[in-house]
């Protein structure tokens, strides 16, 4: 923004010296001037939309390249978990693979014993023939044969008691073939886990290196400034276009002026808030690993959030309107730059107030715009405490005037009771007397039914607010008639 208005000033400024050189030095040409005049202020324009153009470029691909960078992150996190289940997989695997072999072990011992046993009874077998071959032949056939049944009897029982050993030796040893293919198979898989981590984070590398070299951008730089505050601002409470502005411009006799935020305050005052991110000393800090120079560059940060700080200064931002509170707000759009600015110069709050230069960080500014929200809370709260203030009134005056004409419809139904009654007795003490002497001379049969008077008569009004009012009514018409 602040590059843009320079190249802006620098151009307008070296047309001016052309124009006014050429009027001191060649007035007679004056049209030719004039021509060549206008041709270097459309070129101008258009090296200052391009300009614009190729900041608004920068600034999509940055915003770009952070989204992807976060993609990355994530996916970053996600491929670790996943290696993380495979090493434990593994792990559990190396296990049952233990828990297999002391089995198999086991069970090969149980073998080997039945084998000895087997040879044990086979020796014996021999053992029992030559005994035999002493005998007779008839009893040396006999002893054979039953020697023969108990040797059968005993290779029967060995080989109940060595088929399960058996079974079980096969169903392990099938066990053991399907936990080294799954082992094989997990390994390939992490394996392959690792090379993905692995190029996932030289991706990351790749594009943090992009984003840094980005953010050295003065005009990439100045958007995420922007963009941050904004958001800041939001977060407080505040709505745009009502409690605050963006980019709004003023024109003085000074020149044009710009600032980043105008946040507005009841009584109409308003707070001028500017972002300055000088970043570049910051990123060189972070993308060294010797200790010496990365304190050399974060003492160049903060010498230049002092020079910023003298360039805010002299703009004079509280001037542009009147009765503003006299000092500006420099947002620093990371709490940790804030830190380091503040850790490598101490003094920096007292250097920016003598100034008039209020700084801030994120977590400074947004309690500091909370107050404002709440301040514009407070004025809508008095706002409508005083329409409900006049509402209250004007309800008062009304009820009074509707006691008025209770009134007055009282005083006429008394009235009307007064004249009815009147009538009534006139019609039975004059008028009834002598209808009723038609039925003693026997003109008519029926008899004439009486008329009662009406005894009840209008309550009074006794609300206080009605009979104020009617006093007063009464006062104003007595003053009038004197």
């Not at 011992?109 to 046993?117: F, K, L």
């Not at 109940?160 to 799954?182: A, F, H, N, S, Y």
């Not at 690993?289 to 959030?305: I, L, N, Y």
Request: charged residues 30%; glycine residues 4%.
């Amino acid at each position: 923004m602040d590059f843009l208005a320079i190249i802006l000033a620098l151009i307008l400024g070296a047309v001016g010296g052309y124009l006014a050189g050429r009027r001191t030095t060649a007035a007679p040409d004056t049209s030719a001037e004039r021509e060549q005049a206008q041709l270097a202020l459309t070129q101008a324009r258009g090296d200052l939309a391009q300009a614009r153009e190729d900041a608004a470029r920068f600034r999509d691909e940055a915003m770009q390249m952070r989204a992807d960078v976060a993609a990355e992150v994530a996916a970053r996190a996600h491929l670790e978990a996943a290696v993380a289940d495979a090493r434990r997989m593994t792990a559990e695997a190396q296990s049952e693979t233990a828990k297999v072999s002391a089995n198999v072990a086991a069970a090969l011992a149980q073998r080997d014993a039945a084998i000895e046993q087997v040879q044990r009874q086979a020796a014996d077998r021999e053992s029992l023939m030559k005994e035999f071959k002493l005998l007779s032949t008839a009893s040396l056939e006999e002893q054979q044969k039953k020697a023969d049944e108990v040797a059968q009897q005993r290779f029967s029982e060995t080989a109940k008691l060595v088929q399960p050993l058996t079974d079980e030796l096969r169903r392990m040893d099938e066990k053991i073939q399907g936990v080294e293919k799954e082992r094989v198979r997990m390994a390939a898989e992490l394996s392959e886990q690792v090379k993905m981590v692995q190029l996932s984070g030289e991706a990351i590398r790749r594009e943090t290196t992009s984003l840094s070299n980005a953010l050295r951008t003065p005009q990439v730089r100045g958007a995420w400034g922007e963009r941050s505050l904004k958001k800041i601002v939001e977060i407080s409470g505040l709505t745009e276009r009502c409690d605050f502005d963006t980019q709004h411009t003023y024109t003085s006799d000074d020149g044009r002026f710009r600032p980043d935020l105008r946040v507005n305050l009841p009584a109409g005052k308003v707070i001028f808030v500017d972002s300055k991110v000088p970043l570049a000393a910051a990123l060189d800090a972070y993308n060294t690993s010797d200790e010496a120079q990365q304190q050399a560059h974060f003492a160049t940060f903060a010498k230049r959030v002092k020079a910023h700080i003298d360039d805010l200064s002299g703009k004079n931002y509280w001037q542009l309107e009147l009765g503003s509170p006299e000092f500006v707000v420099l947002y620093l759009p990371s709490d940790e730059l804030y830190r380091l600015a503040l850790e490598k110069e101490p003094d920096l709050h007292d250097y920016a107030t003598r100034r008039q230069i209020v700084l801030a960080s994120p977590g400074l500014l947004i309690p500091q715009l909370q107050i404002v929200a709440n301040g514009w809370k407070q004025v809508a709260l008095a706002e409508q405490a005083r329409e409900i203030s006049n509402l209250g009134r004007e309800l008062h005056k009304r009820i009074s005037t509707l006691g008025n004409h209770f009134d007055a419809v009282g005083r006429g139904l008394k009235s009307a009771v007064t004249n009815y009654n009147k009538a009534v007795g006139t019609l039975e003490t004059r008028v009834m007397p002598q209808a009723r002497k038609f039925r003693d001379y026997e003109v008519t049969s029926e008899d004439i039914s009486e008329i009662s008077p009406v005894v009840d008569t209008p309550r009074d009004v006794t609300v206080p607010e009605m009979l104020e009012y009617q006093e007063s009514q009464q006062r104003e018409a007595e003053l009038l008639s004197q």
